[in-house]
């Protein structure tokens, strides 16, 4: 215990109100050093503002901000070793491009020689060596959102935090910056903490995922876990795409039963329980078939096929008149041979379900 590292930032208890609105609220969460953290959440969920406080540019209502366990609470901004990169670039329009990554360094009274040798650097890091002299409306959005993140990076900060930093750029171009992102991030070994409403993003590049939701942080876990294994209804609901069942606990818990097909839990249940099911777990057989080994089996009928080009989406309901989504890929069972009305088995391995308490 005594030499694990002390947190890069860890928010304690924070809530952050304005006026009725509780834009964040009891938060707790550590962040540690060198990690990748995404925090992700619809719009309104309280990520900028999570943000805003730890970057010192509004205080919480209630509750702490530490970094390195010590409270910054009397820390101003600039003194908090934090660069910040938003959506909007927010660039000097009349600075070039060295000039807008030099700023910091001005600021800071770091000397011209050192300066220049230290925007070089940074701009070198997001490879706008060839740039330095360029105006803010002579660069693409790619080649601005790169200077500002040499800005944010040349002070040498502890901690980086991007809000919503991709998003105003086209998908093919995001996908490149993410990549280079990661590098960046590898190369510096810099805390990273990327706010994004986009679920790929965050599954993409994050260590670990915070979910948000009215102001609270709903799940935190690595990107696996949070798929897999989501804990709540919202978190099941909001990254990918699954079918959330409600299902019959019975035999003291051990079993659930859906729709009159039985099937064990590795642990009892305790009180109501949904079922998590991802449409990638689910296959289908003709009930002429075998059954698969272990699997839980239910019959089921075909509402709706969806050709999505690697493979189908099926829309299925159960006899007791839940929803179940299924994907069929190429050379399955039942591949080019779906059709709505028909009777087939929907099966699935118990163990790549998520359980939940039931909800309400
Ligand atoms: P997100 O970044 O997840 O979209 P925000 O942190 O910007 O969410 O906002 C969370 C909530 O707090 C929203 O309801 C928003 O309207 C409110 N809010 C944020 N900043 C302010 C402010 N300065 N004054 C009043 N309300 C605010
Ligand atoms: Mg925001």
Known sequence: MYDQPLPAVSFQAVTKRY????????????????????LLGSSGSGKTTLLTL???????????????GVSVSDVPPHKRQIGVVFQNYALFPHLTAAENVAYPLKMRG????????????????????????????????GQQQRVALARALVFSPAILLMDEP???????LRDQMQQELKRIQRELGITVIYVTHDQSEAMAMADRIGIMSDGRLLQVADPQTIYAAPTSHFVARFIGECSILCVKSTEGGWDYDIAGARQALSSPAVG??????RPENVSLRSPAKEPIEKAFSVPATIQEVIYLGAGWRVALKLSDGQSLLANVMRGDDLAGNLAPGAQVIAQWQPTSVAVLPAEG
């Open 110 to 141: 770091v000397a011209r020689s050192e300066r220049d040798q230290r925007v070089r650097a940074a701009l070198g890091l997001v490879n706008l060596s060839d740039r330095l002299d360029a105006y803010p409306i002579q660069l693409s959005g």
């Open 166 to 172: 991709l998003g105003a750029l086209d998908r093919r």
């Open 54 to 68: 730890l970057a010192g540019f509004d205080k919480p209502s209630e509750g702490q901000v530490m970094m390195s």
């Open 272 to 277: 109501p329980i949904d079922i998590v099911v």
């Open 19 to 38: 006026g009725p609105v509780t834009a964040v609220d009891k938060v707790s969460l550590d962040i540690a050093q060198g990690e990748f953290f995404a």
